[in-house]
T-cell receptor
Framework: DAKTTQPTSMDCAEGRAANLPCNHSTISGNEYVYWYRQIHSQGPQYIIHGLKNNETNEMASLIITEDRKSSTLILPHATLRDTAVYYCIVRVAYQFYFGTGTSLTVIP | DAGVIQSPRHEVTEMGQEVTLRCKPISGHNSLFWYRQTMMRGLELLIYFNNNVPIDDSGMPEDRFSAKMPNASFSTLKIQPSEPRDSAVYFC??????????????FGDGTRLSIL
């Protein structure tokens, strides 16, 4: 069972920052938060993950609240190619529980 | 670097036939996962191998499904006999070490299976 709650869909203007929220209020202290995205007809693509601290890589930034009950994925300058379903996942051991994700549409 | 490679990309076959899906993990990865994705149930883990040994097969739907990993660079998922309800996209993923919580899984592009 998915341990996260995400909005079903979001829109973002091209060139703007896309902020995707996720609630994971039942997360345990040693469980990581992962973000993946899936573009139509492709496999899930790894984006970023974190435990407690905020993380940044070449694709995105991950902001985790101090109580770890929620997080936000930030795509700093969204492009049309960022249109995809974004999954927020709480990893339990080797298990990734994919929920229904957020369908992000980047608008020209 | 080559990612996870799956074949075939598409498979259409008739009910009752045997189906074999293939996966080549990323070189050096010691963990391999098979997932199934459907509209109704989303992405589900079917089986997890670590160092070529099946660790968790609790997600395998029934005895018609079997998976093998004869060596570190190859795995198969077999359905025999196939049924229309097996129609789905099947993904293979690999990880440097599936036991480490900070190691991500990397997915292939999947096999879209249609059973008529």
């Amino acid at each position: 069972d998915a341990k996260t709650t995400q909005p079903t869909s979001m829109d973002c203007a091209e060139g703007r920052a896309a902020n995707l929220p996720c609630n994971h209020s039942t997360i345990s202290g040693n469980e990581y938060v992962y973000w993946y995205r899936q573009i139509h007809s492709q496999g899930p693509q790894y984006i970023i993950h974190g435990l407690k601290n905020n993380e940044t890589n070449e694709m995105a930034s991950l902001i985790i609240t101090e109580d770890r009950k929620s997080s936000t994925l930030i795509l700093p300058h969204a492009t049309l190619r960022d249109t995809a379903v974004y999954y927020c996942i709480v990893r339990v051991a080797y298990q990734f529980y994919f929920g229904t994700g957020t369908s992000l549409t980047v608008i020209p | 670097d080559a990612g996870v490679i799956q074949s075939p990309r598409h498979e259409v076959t008739e009910m009752g036939q045997e189906v074999t899906l293939r996966c080549k993990p990323i070189s050096g990865h010691n963990s391999l996962f098979w997932y199934r994705q459907t509209m109704m149930r989303g992405l589900e883990l079917l089986i997890y191998f670590n160092n070529n040994v099946p660790i968790d097969d609790s997600g395998m739907p029934e005895d018609r499904f079997s998976a093998k990993m004869p060596n570190a660079s190859f795995s198969t998922l077999k359905i025999q006999p196939s049924e229309p309800r097996d129609s789905a996209v099947y993904f293979c993923a690999s990880s440097l070490d599936g036991q480490l919580p900070y190691q991500p899984q990397h997915f292939g592009d999947g096999t879209r299976l249609s059973i008529l």
